[in-house]
Structures are given as structure tokens and as C-alpha cells.
């Protein structure tokens, strides 16, 4: 396709971004924040992935749909992504819940789509993409829109090999040669693998493109019926027969040898997918000049590290990300993401963890395969990740025996409580 049709393309095409996600299952970090806005490798949120995408696609009208305590979301994208040109019809709007069809929140993906309808009426474009806030991944969106368009879909589907014993938490699809979706399972106990492969599953990315008139007549519909109000649950399953219904494969910009699409819906997967980061050639490429990924990021000195008596004390880190503002004073960290303004001081101790905004080690303080929030103070003398039947009566420990420690939480030197 060239440059001119692509452009075309994508100037008729209205991108919703859905950010409302609790993110239970990511508790304690989702106390104050909503999912997508949760704080990843060191300096960006978790949106910043999808929206980086869509810049780098050529996206230019996007609406991002909150719920679930926005504040800290709305205030990082009116900070960190107000680079649209409102002359040009460039734009990225945030819109809560606006009570138009009913006095509910959002009660389904596809409901959250139903009571911004007025959206697609004053906008009026030939189609529409919808994506999920809280996915790392790098993907070229306007491929998925060039496919759905040269298929004649009504709804095309982006999709992912991943193992069938994973499967069970996704929309498992099924296609025949042409790539047209034949079956749809929504989470199922049993999924049904490849033909080809009985270890792997497609599954939905919850990524779609849709027509807008079809879109418009699938939501309408549902609202009038009594269901979950789900595109997989409902959406999909119905629309598969009668309509013209194609998965899309995912098309990996990350260019590595292994596809990488995460969901860190749960502590453990958000630690492994962070750390992953401090490794010499990690899976994920943060340094892709070809495909940046943008946030917003406040001003900071660089950080530094401080002390060099050997023997005694020295300031060091190794295999780790350590963001502007921070200050390594005498301690050592190591396999650790440090954000910005974060200080350890000297004789510490920090490894396999993650140190969020304005946090403070104290001296003599150890902390091993924790998570640490924004402005938390770990007194001298402190442990974290040492003893676990411990830190389970102060903190959060994931199944994993990942150490959480909420945001602005105070604690006691020397007791084995929380105050």
C-alpha cells in the first residue's frame, strides 16, 4: 500500500483506547491508579505502550475511555500527550463515563463503546479501532487496518500464537485458510489448539477494527439484551456468522526472534516483564530508534552514584535501569529499576526489585525481589524479601514471593509492624 492510501486510511479511522481496567489483580499498585496507569520500566505508565503505537502507526484521533480512579491517568496524558494538532483534526480526548443511555458505569467493553456512541455520530468515520490501555507490545496498527480493509471485513481481529496451557485466559479463535474466524471461545477450560500445532492457541489480543455502521448496530443490539456486554463474550460470538469476521496475525515491531504481547495482569508477570528489561539484550527493546516509545517525564537532574572507598563503601549499579534524579550513595543495587528521584543511601543493599518515584532506602537497609511505590521511606536497618512469613503480615507477597509495599506507606525501624 502506499503512502497516500495508508494516510487515507488512517484520517477515516477513529482509535478508542479502553482504560477504565481495576486491575485487581495487580493490588496494591492499582490502589490509587487505574491499571493503564500503572508506573513501567522506570519512567513510563503502562498506556504509554498502546499509545506510542498508535503515533508510530500514523494514528491521529484518539479518545481514551476512563472509569476506575483516573485522576493520575488523565493528569499523565494532559502532561505527557498533548502533541496533537487540533487545526489539523489531530486529537486525544479522555472521556468518563457520561451517563447518556443509563445512571451505570461501564459494565462490558462493548457497553463502555454503547455510552460513548455520540462519539462516532459527531465524528462520523468509516471505521473504528479499539485497544486495550494496559498491553506492552509494539505493533503497526495501520497493517491491521490495510488488512481489514482489502478482506471487506466487518470486523477483523488482531491474534497471537501463545501456549495452550496459557490459553484459558484469553478468546480463543479459530480460523480456516483464509483467515476468516469460524469459531470464537471466550476463555474456555478446554481451548482448542492450532491444526497444525496441538501445544499453541490463536488468541484474541482484544485489538479488533470495526466497521462503524456495524459497530454501531453490535452495540445497539446488545444493549437492549441482558448479557455481560463484553465484545468476547458477546460481540464476537454473534456477529461470527452472519458477518464478515477475520483475525488479523499479529505483526511483531519488537523484531525479535520470539513475538512479545504481555498482559501483566498479576504482580509476578508485571515483576518478570520489568526485569526482563535490565538484561544485557532483553526481550522487550526499550532502545528502538526506528519505534520510541514516548511518556512524560519531569525535570531532573541525571542521576548519579557516589562513594568509591573500596573496602568500605560503593556506589554501584549493575544490570540495572536507574532513572534521572536518582542517587546511589554508597549502596549497591543490582537487576533493579529504579524510577526518578529515587535515593539509597550508603551500605544499602537492592536487587531483583523495583523502586517507584521518591523512594528512600535507608543505610544499612536490604531489599531483594520487592516492589516498592512511589514515596515510600525504608528506614535504616530495614528488610524487605528476607523473610517472607514476615512480610506477609506488614505487606502484599504474590504467589511468586514478590514483595509489595503500597504507595506512601510508612514503616517502623526495627518492628515487625506497619504504622
Given amino acids: 500500500m502506499d503512502v497516500s492510501s495508508r494516510l487515507s486510511l488512517l484520517r477515516n479511522t477513529l482509535t478508542i483506547v479502553l482504560a477504565g481496567g481495576q486491575g485487581e489483580r495487580l493490588y496494591p499498585l492499582t490502589k490509587d491508579r487505574a491499571k493503564p496507569a500503572v508506573p513501567f520500566g522506570g519512567i513510563y505508565r503502562i498506556i504509554d505502550f498502546t499509545l506510542s503505537n498508535c503515533v508510530n502507526s500514523g494514528i491521529r484521533k484518539i479518545l481514551v475511555l476512563t472509569q476506575y480512579k483516573s485522576n493520575s491517568l488523565e493528569r499523565h496524558l494532559a502532561q505527557g500527550w498533548n502533541i496533537f494538532h487540533n487545526e489539523l483534526n489531530e486529537f486525544i480526548y479522555t472521556s468518563p463515563p457520561q451517563f447518556r443511555s443509563s445512571r451505570d458505569w461501564y459494565v462490558g467493553t462493548a457497553d463502555a463503546i454503547y455510552q460513548n456512541i455520540y462519539h462516532l455520530q459527531d465524528e462520523r468515520p468509516k471505521r473504528v479501532l479499539i485497544l486495550a490501555g494496559d498491553h506492552v507490545y509494539k505493533m503497526d496498527y495501520g497493517k491491521m487496518i490495510a488488512f481489514h480493509e482489502e478482506r471487506g471485513a466487518d470486523l477483523t481481529i488482531s491474534a497471537v500464537e501463545i501456549e495452550r496451557g496459557k490459553a484459558s485466559s484469553f478468546g480463543v479463535v479459530e480460523v480456516d485458510r483464509d483467515h476468516r474466524v469460524i469459531g470464537f471461545q471466550e476463555k474456555p477450560e478446554k481451548p482448542r489448539a492450532l491444526p497444525n500445532d496441538p501445544s499453541k492457541c490463536f488468541v ?6 470495526f466497521r462503524t455502521e456495524e459497530l454501531v448496530r453490535a452495540v445497539v443490539e446488545d444493549a437492549k439484551t441482558d448479557s455481560a456486554h463484553d465484545f468476547g463474550k458477546n460481540i464476537i460470538p454473534r456477529m461470527i456468522r452472519p458477518k464478515r469476521v477475520f483475525a488479523y496475525r499479529f ?6 526472534e520470539d513475538q512479545y504481547w504481555r498482559d ?32 512524560y517525564q519531569k525535570q531532573y537532574p541525571p542521576a548519579k552514584t557516589v562513594f568509591a572507598q573500596e573496602g568500605e563503601r560503593m556506589g554501584a549499579a549493575v544490570d540495572s535501569m536507574v532513572s534521572s534524579g536518582s542517587i546511589i550513595s554508597g549502596a549497591r543495587v543490582e537487576r533493579s529499576i529504579l524510577s526518578p528521584g529515587v535515593h539509597i543511601h550508603s551500605y544499602a543493599s537492592v536487587s531483583e526489585s523495583i523502586l517507584m518515584d521518591g523512594v528512600e532506602v535507608g543505610r544499612h537497609a536490604k531489599i531483594r525481589r520487592a516492589i516498592i511505590d512511589k514515596w515510600v521511606h525504608v528506614p535504616e536497618h530495614f528488610e524487605v524479601g528476607y523473610d517472607l512469613e514476615q512480610d506477609r503480615r506488614r505487606f502484599t507477597v504474590s504467589s511468586g514471593g514478590i514483595v509489595v509495599i503500597p504507595k506512601g506507606m510508612p514503616l517502623w525501624s526495627g518492628a515487625e509492624s506497619v504504622v
Avoid at 264 to 281: C, F, M, P
Fill in 204 to 209: 484474541s489480543m482484544g485489538i479488533y477494527v
Fill in 251 to 256: 505483526e511483531d515491531e519488537n523484531r525479535k
Fill in 264 to 295: 501483566i495482569g498479576l504482580i509476578d508477570t508485571y515483576w518478570e516483564a520489568n526485569i526482563d528489561l535490565t538484561q544485557v539484550s532483553p526481550v522487550f527493546n526499550l532502545y528502538d530508534r526506528n519505534w520510541p516509545i514516548r511518556t
